[in-house]
């Protein structure tokens, strides 16, 4: 779900920037209030690197594999560094592997970067239920929903920004059922991203609570 | 492919190689931006044209773009290959139900040159730019210290954890993982719990050699030590290549609003 480069229009991109300016002011803003933030940058550094990887990680569905987005599971875990280390992955991926691109690097991390703190803030809402926030069922809930939506929201932001650019003269039918297909098939894609964040929440929460608890 | 490899051959001698790499990323950056713009057709050999030629004079290798531009190539072409079938009503050509549009060629086209031009851009300036250097320039032009520790050190990290990844699969294969015949179209929970345990695994190995590193950092001052990032003083050469840049991508930018 990378929008490369030359497919949107420079207003597009201009406009992607400036969402994405306004977004890391606002992290760097929350992780300023977080005390001393330079004791937090290796830890979200590596964890960038740590997602930038796991990001090739394929789940098999024979006789394809599924790829997962990963951008709630990494606002579940880093809370406001995940904007920046969002911004960071996707400057590396369109240098390393040629998926999305310089120009349309400000719409790819606002597209995945906004629903990652969204993802952080649905986890932390949690806290609301007092002494059962911390009851496996509810952190594998709120994390599923963080992971789920994480992607729905992904996707919905994609689907707008290709309606929005498609050439005008392009076929209405086969337009509408693109974008039918396009939304219908990320259901499952998203239940499956929640199920996994869930699962792995529940893993870090048993073996390193620590790594959440920043964020908690 | 690895950032290393893009820097094979940043040590060259060319004009781009010599360019104060502040003015080099804001001329190159503006015209990428100028080359988004375009949506007429007529201006497409020009872009062609002053991307080919800010090529030629970086002195990079044909081979070195090639290689480069195939994977995302491929990518882009499954995206636009529909467009001259779907886009438009003047028909070219037709085979059945198969038709050729004359407006959606035109727009593959456009999708196609532009993308090429934008990258090549961005390749001559990884191409000729240490990396490193290219993040300092970033800072000086406002880059927040925090984005610029944190871009560096998870380049730092970034091939060791990749390295860490494929020797963990490589235990998994060797273990059976992915040996066992599957039905299509079926997921098994216990390959799900396998894969969690390995994202799982990654992260907190990350996280504890984090701690690590911070620790070592610390020793070494970081955190009390604010330097202003040098730059190197712009030459003649610099000036005139930046100028004439800005101007191309000014009058790209121009054209495309005025006509």
Known sequence: ?216 | MSLAKIETYVAGRSPLHSWTPRLKLVSLGLLMFAFAAIRQLPLVLPMLGVTASIYALSRLPLSFLLQRLRYPGLFILMVVLVLPLTSGDTVLWQWGPVALRQEGLMSMSLVVSRFVCILTLGFVLLGTTPFVTLLRSLRSLGLPTLLADMTLLTYRYLFETADMLSTMQRSMRLRGFGHTRRRWFSLHKKDLQRLVGLMGTLLIRSYERAERIYTAMRLRGYGRLKQPPAQPKADAGSLLLTAIVIAIAIAFFTTELLT
């Not at chain 1, 300016?21 to 300023?32: E, H, K």
């Not at chain 1, 001393?36 to 979200?44: E, F, I, L, Q, T």
């Not at chain 1, 394929?58 to 599924?66: A, D």
């Not at chain 1, 392009?170 to 098939?185: G, H, K, M, R, V």
């Open chain 1, 1 to 216: 779900m990378h929008i490369p480069d030359g497919i949107v229009p420079a207003q597009v991109c201009a406009a992607g920037y400036g969402l994405t300016g306004l977004l890391t002011w606002y992290s760097l803003r929350q992780i300023n209030k977080q005390g001393d933030p330079s004791a937090n940058v290796p830890k979200a550094a590596l964890l960038t690197a740590a997602f930038f990887v796991a990001s090739s990680i394929y789940i098999p569905i024979p006789p394809s594999s599924v790829h997962l987005l990963l951008n709630g599971l990494l606002g579940v875990v880093l809370g406001y560094f995940a904007f920046p280390a969002i911004l960071i992955g996707l400057f590396f991926q369109a240098l390393i592997v040629g998926h999305g691109g310089l120009t349309t690097l400000g719409v790819n991390a606002a597209m995945m970067g906004l629903p990652a703190l969204l993802a952080y803030r649905i986890f932390r809402l949690r806290r609301l239920l007092n002494s059962k926030s911390t009851e496996p069922f509810i952190i594998g809930l709120f994390a599923f929903l963080g992971g789920a939506l994480g992607l729905a929201i992904a996707a919905l932001i994609f689907t707008a920004v290709v309606i929005a650019t498609v050439p005008a003269e392009f076929n209405a039918q086969a337009e509408q059922a693109a974008i039918a297909t396009l939304t219908i098939s990320h259901i499952p894609l998203a239940i499956l991203e929640g199920v996994f964040t869930a699962m792995l929440v529940l893993f870090l929460q048993r073996v390193r609570p620590e790594l959440l608890e920043g964020n908690s």
